[in-house]
């Protein structure tokens, strides 16, 4: 098994070794087309391997080729996108569903492709912010699905699961996500999952331009104790 994933030890955060896994059988060789061996169960646990975890309602999976049309779709909705720069096109959202997946190789983790019913409804999971700023080098956790899932609990449901894997898989410290200011659903779910936010750590998103009403973004944190003690369950499924 190998030694944890250590953010101080690391310049570069996606030069750590591959996460450790919870089970003993061997992965399969991927595909771009792979997915779970079958569809999430009712109250079924969560298996770890080759990047699956399965949650009460959910899957989140690698990415796949049948996913590009509802990303991009998501991705073109103004309602979705309210809280970045713009929406995307078609070229950019498969530039970025490449992008997701090739996060997987380069870093042991990334962020999945969430299945609802066999459906694909967005993406949950960590990431390395790829901007320099007070806070970094650290993981994020985060989320973006299409506007027919809200309202569910569905983001709270994966963040979770992807913080789980994060502090017991992964073994980090800490986790952090990020939003705009104004950004209340976003901030509302961070919240749910046992996130707080840290006044002092707000900063400008170095991404966006001066005077964007975007720019100023809110810094939420969790560590992996609070975690294990009031939301997690790290152990439990051991």
Same mark, same amino acid.
């Given at each position: ?15 750590? %070794? ?5 089970? +003993?059988?061997?992965? =399969?060789? =991927?595909?771009?087309?792979?997915? %779970? ?21 959910? &899957? ?53 492709? &969430? ?7 967005? !993406? ?7 901007? +320099? ?33 994060? !502090? ?10 990020? +939003? ?22 707000? !900063? ?29 369950? &790290?152990?439990?499924?051991?």
């Amino acid at each position: 098994m190998g030694r944890p994933f250590v953010l101080e030890e690391r310049t570069h955060l996606c030069d750590a %070794p591959p996460p450790r896994r919870v089970h +003993t059988a061997a992965p =399969r060789p =991927r595909r771009l087309a792979d997915g %779970p061996s079958g569809p999430s169960r009712q109250g079924a646990p969560r298996r770890y391997g080759e990047q699956v975890i399965e949650t009460e309602r959910l &899957v989140l999976r690698r990415w796949r080729e049948t996913d590009r049309e509802p990303f991009a779709a998501l991705n073109a909705d103004p309602e979705v996108m309210e809280y970045f720069p713009s929406t995307l096109t078609k070229e950019q959202s498969d530039a970025l569903a490449d992008r997701l997946e090739a996060e997987f190789d380069e870093c042991g983790f990334g962020l999945w492709a &969430v299945e609802l019913s066999g459906e694909f409804i967005g !993406f949950t999971g960590l990431s390395v912010p790829r901007f +320099t700023a007070h806070f970094t080098p650290c993981v994020e956790v985060g989320w973006r699905l299409a506007r027919s899932a809200w309202g569910h609990g569905y983001a709270s449901e994966a963040a979770r699961a992807a913080l789980d894997h994060g !502090f017991g898989t992964i073994g980090l410290k800490e986790i952090v996500s990020f +939003t705009a200011v104004v950004n209340t659903r976003s901030r509302r779910v961070m919240e749910r999952i046992g996130m707080r936010h840290d006044p002092g750590g707000d !900063f400008d998103h170095p991404a966006l331009a001066e005077g964007s009403p975007l720019r100023r973004h809110v810094l939420y944190r969790i560590g992996a104790e609070v975690f294990r003690s009031g939301n997690g369950t &790290v152990s439990a499924r051991r």
